[in-house]
């Protein structure tokens, strides 16, 4: 089946092979009605341990066994009401389901919200005979991971205070959004047909990588005067989050912001400051590139609107479902056939709502519903982009299969950290296996230049913008002000410094700051470098069978939220304290640049 005509199909005229099956979570909207009723009337009893827990190891289990159990329920109730939302974003009956839902969620949080503090303000003596009992053996890391960051627990009065403040300090936040995508304009600019269009983000990143130089630089010019008109307000609303967050790290004791914002998966700061060291160490390659790239384009002056440009030319992959399903289960061969037989039923058994249809979610993702399977929406379009999605997102539903049937509820969460490895492992497979594979020329160079290109912007760029937010949070934290002239000083300058001298590094890019909504979730991005960096680690030892490779790896997804994700990764065979990960993956970007040249030169 293609889903290429101009019509999108409606609902009901998908075939139920490409659907996924809500049924396997609630069989009728009966049975989640029951289900909804058993967790409200088991709210009230969840509150009535409040004050109780030192009573008893029994007691404590036995609150802990409840709100897991009606945690599962709620998630199995949100699931199946979201999930059917998405099949059409119109249906008011799911909308409604989904808000029903969400306030019940409220709920249950708000009366669970007792028990981490009352935890906390045991003596540490009767909790540690306490967890001795066998009812409590589960809860074992969850107790490690409370009394990790006891040191910064407040009062209950003093956390309430926190609690209440957090809608108010995100107005800087709701002002950037506001700012960036309702209020701003975009001017208008002459497109490759010469037909006048109004610029957009969204549609930036075509214009951007268009083959006509002028279209180009008007998109870019035109883009970044529109953020620089703006510059004083977007400098504001990023000092307003960053002071935010100087607020709430210094009011939990914490030493900066850095060190408070990897403090949940317990992340040492020296892992940050290596990333960065070991990066900043290996720029080289990315400079050869950039060199690479102005020759390959014949430009005198390669400039920043020249950066994104293909040096690939204009290839097709038509790649079909059913194609598709055959190349990912092929490239993941390496991963044993233990996790190919998952994958298969997978791709059979009603996991995965595959075309798009009228009212349907964009984009894609994975949902995992413990006690039942993952289910993975795409909006499959028959191009080899679709192909790399699939792989992406059965990296992840096979990551929370193996989670979820080897870990209690109480551990079956994996955090951020880990998540993207699982996924990006696979992307990479199904590259290798690829750039193996493929005969065409034409359809190689593409490969080679999709994969560099993937490492420039996930590790290299997102390097840089780990960079700069640890720059401006020294600053502030040392009272300088942001100012919108020391923003884009330190912004030109990185760019200076991580493309190198066969780059024009134009005075539009010195705003680029002010377009990246990341910078408003503190210190996040360098998650990507570390995904992508022990993705490749990973992909590698098993692409060259190294000894328990395979097994190692197997672990790494049935550990699920088990331990601190650095543990779970060094059990692994990653060690993200050292720099060999990032380094690994830099060699690699280094050697397919060798290829890249010598498939240019011979071309």
Not at 257 to 265: F, I, K, P, Q, V
Not at 397 to 405: E, N, T
Not at 475 to 494: C, K, M, P, R, Y
Not at 593 to 600: A, G, P, V, Y
Request: proline share 3%.
């Amino acid at each position: 089946m293609s889903q290429t005509a101009t019509a999108l199909p409606a609902r009901d005229e998908i075939q139920s092979e490409y659907k996924w099956q809500i049924e396997d979570i609630y069989a009728s909207e009966q049975l989640w009605r029951a289900d909804f009723a058993k967790v409200k009337s088991a709210i009230p009893t969840v509150a009535n341990y409040k004050g109780t827990l030192a009573q008893s190891p029994a007691t404590l289990a036995a609150c802990l066994q409840l709100r897991d159990e009606i945690n599962i329920l709620a998630g199995k109730l949100f699931a199946y009401a979201r999930l059917q939302r998405d099949e059409n974003s119109a249906n008011a009956k799911y909308q409604a389901l989904v808000g029903k839902t969400e306030s019940l969620l409220a709920e249950t949080g708000a009366a669970a919200a007792f028990i981490k503090p009352e935890i906390l303000a045991m003596p540490a003596a009767v909790l540690a005979t306490y967890r001795q009992d066998q009812a409590l053996a589960e809860y074992s890391f969850y107790f490690d991971n409370l009394i990790r960051q006891k040191q910064h627990i407040l009062s209950p009065g003093e956390e309430e205070i926190l609690a209440r403040s957090v809608e108010i300090t995100q107005a800087a936040e709701t002002a950037f959004n506001m700012l960036a995508h309702a209020d701003m304009t975009f001017p208008e600019i002459k497109g490759e047909d010469g037909k006048i269009l109004t610029l957009s983000e969204g549609r930036y990143r075509a214009l951007i990588m268009s083959a006509d130089r002028r279209v180009r630089k008007d998109a870019f010019t035109g883009l970044f005067g529109a953020y620089h008109a703006f510059r004083n307000t977007f400098a504001a609303t990023l000092s307003g989050c960053v002071k935010k967050n100087i607020f709430y790290a210094r009011t939990r004791k914490y030493n900066t912001t850095l060190e408070s914002s990897l403090a949940d998966d317990n992340i040492a700061v020296g892992v940050y400051d290596n990333l960065l060291t070991t990066v900043n160490n290996n720029l080289a390659p990315l400079h050869r590139y950039i060199d690479l790239k102005k020759k390959a384009l014949k430009l005198d002056k390669l400039h920043m609107y020249d950066l994104y440009t293909p040096l690939a030319p204009a290839v097709t992959f038509t790649v079909t479902y059913q194609e598709g399903q055959k190349l990912v289960q092929d490239s993941l061969a390496p991963l044993g056939p233990e996790y190919t037989g998952i994958l298969q039923q997978g791709l059979t058994s009603g996991w995965i709502d595959v075309y798009e249809n009228k009212g349907k979610q964009s984009g894609a993702y994975c949902w995992g519903v413990y006690g039942v399977h993952p289910f993975v929406l795409l909006n499959y379009n028959d191009r080899l982009e679709d192909v790399s999605t699939l792989a992406h997102e059965m990296g992840h539903a096979i990551h929370s299969y193996y989670s979820q049937a080897t870990q209690p509820y109480a551990t079956s969460q994996y955090t951020i950290f880990t998540a993207e490895v699982a996924s990006t492992t696979n992307e990479i497979l199904l590259n290798d296996f690829l750039l193996k594979t493929t005969k065409d020329p034409r359809k190689k160079l593409y490969l080679i230049n999709q994969y560099l290109e993937m490492v420039r912007a996930t590790v290299y760029r997102q390097t840089m913008f780990a960079e700069f937010e640890k720059l401006i949070y020294d600053q502030a934290e040392n009272g300088e002000t942001l100012t919108a002239d020391l923003l884009e000083e330190l912004w030109h300058a990185l760019n200076v410094k991580y493309y190198g001298p066969a780059i024009v590094i134009d005075p539009e890019i010195d705003i680029e700051w002010a377009r990246i909504p990341h910078f408003y979730a503190n210190f996040y991005v360098y998650q990507y470098v570390t995904g992508f960096s022990a993705a490749t680690t990973l992909a590698e030892q098993m692409l060259t069978k190294s000894d328990g490779a395979q097994e190692r790896y197997l672990n790494f997804l049935k550990s699920g939220g088990s331990d601190y994700p650095l543990t779970i990764l060094k059990n692994a065979g990653v060690d993200m304290f050292t720099p060999q990960p990032v380094e690994l993956t830099l060699n690699k970007f280094a050697n397919m640049l060798d290829e890249l040249e010598k498939t240019i030169t011979n071309s």
